[in-house]
């Protein structure tokens, strides 16, 4: 999965610039951006702000906070000067994601407190590509962007928005500027950031509808694996994935993380929920790693992690995992990350080609 994100925000940043240029000679102030409190010189203004603040926090690995800094355009700034400054900061977002490795995460508060680089590169356009609309409206001219653009945040910071019939549509109405036939307007809104989990050894990481759908034609994903993978569980996991976001019942959290090591940055596996947790709070959990990582206790640490996470939660209260009878290494790895065989009425089993057991984990506490 070749990375586009560095692409997606130049075609963002120069088609905001395109639509600034033709409205040089209009009073900014004089007009509200359409529904925000700010008038159309105080949204480029902030599009421009928010670059330099994702660039900031990318290239300096911020871990708890904003760095605190803010831009400060000169008072004699014009209208020309401030698209040179959304070109400019723009510019050097692009080349921080493009100079940054796919592994780092810096801090952004929503909703898990960090992201790597696409996801960075997502808030971005959605910034520049957001507010154009707001300052074309605002000033009555029209403005649309490249398909791709609306597609890539989509599917990078939105996870959990069920697609709609063309993807410009749907992200306005995702974030409150428009409506869609047979859906409730949006009142309150918020990207939705990967979330990643660590281990000592691994980290999981979330895989986003764009990582999804490339992994289940085939690609890697946007990760880079030991040889031997992605296995072919993990794949089918990432079909699942695109089919509960077609559905809209997709939440991310209890979607498929991928098993990166740490040393080396490799991808050994996948692992996941099978949908989001029943009206009793039950949630079923499924694994695979490619064969060259097996034997090393990656799983059932990974497993361990992923179970106490959900846990946690109030909206959990069981997590089970159904394993072939005769595949004991699996059964293994479910018992060392605190999984119980449940009692034989409670299994399910499919006596025609194989027989399946069921282990459990409850919440404690």
């Not at 898990?112 to 507010?131: P, Q, T, Y």
Request: aromatic share 8%; glycine share 10%.
């Amino acid at each position: 999965m070749r990375d586009i994100s560095g692409e997606r925000l130049e075609q963002a940043v120069a088609s905001c610039a395109a639509l600034l240029r033709t409205v040089t000679d209009r009073d900014w102030t004089a007009a509200r951006a359409g529904r925000t409190d700010w008038n159309c010189h105080e949204t480029v203004v902030h599009v421009a702000d928010d670059l330099i603040a994702y660039a900031g926090n990318l290239a300096g690995r911020a871990q708890e906070k904003y760095v605190p800094f803010d831009l400060a355009p000169h008072d004699d700034a014009d209208n020309a000067d401030l698209i040179h400054i959304v070109e400019t900061t723009g510019a050097i977002l692009t080349a921080t994601i493009r100079t940054t490795p796919p592994e780092i995460r810096a801090f952004h508060p929503y909703p898990f407190r960090s992201a790597n680089r696409d996801g960075f590169a997502a808030m971005g356009i959605a910034e520049v590509i957001l507010h154009t609309h707001d300052i074309a409206e605002g000033l009555g001219v029209a403005y649309e962007p490249p398909a791709a653009l609306p597609e890539f945040v989509l599917t990078r910071i939105f996870p959990h928005i069920q697609p709609g019939p063309d993807h410009w549509r749907t992200l306005l109405w995702a974030t409150g500027r428009g409506d869609l036939p047979g859906r409730e307007p949006v009142t309150e809104w918020r990207w939705n950031n990967n979330l990643v989990l660590s281990t000592d050894r691994l980290t999981l990481q979330g895989v986003t509808p764009a990582s999804a759908a490339d992994l289940s034609v085939g690609g890697d994903g946007g990760f880079t694996w030991v040889v031997g993978g992605p296995y072919e569980g993990t794949r089918e996991a990432a079909g699942m994935v695109l089919k509960a976001r077609e559905a809209g019942v997709h939440r991310p959290e209890f979607g498929l993380f991928i098993l990166v090591r740490r040393e080396d940055g490799l991808a050994v596996g996948g692992m996941g929920f099978h949908g989001v947790p029943d009206e009793e709070g039950r949630a079923e959990v499924g694994y695979d790693l490619v064969e060259g990582a097996r034997g090393r206790g990656y799983a059932s640490e990974a497993l361990t992690a992923l179970s106490e996470w959900a846990l946690a939660r109030d909206d959990v209260d069981v997590l089970y995992a159904t394993v072939e009878a005769d595949n004991l290494p699996s059964q293994a790895v479910a018992t060392r990350a605190g999984y119980v065989r449940a009692p034989q009425e409670e299994e399910r089993q499919e006596t025609a080609d194989r027989t399946l057991q069921l282990y459990t984990r409850p919440a404690t506490g």
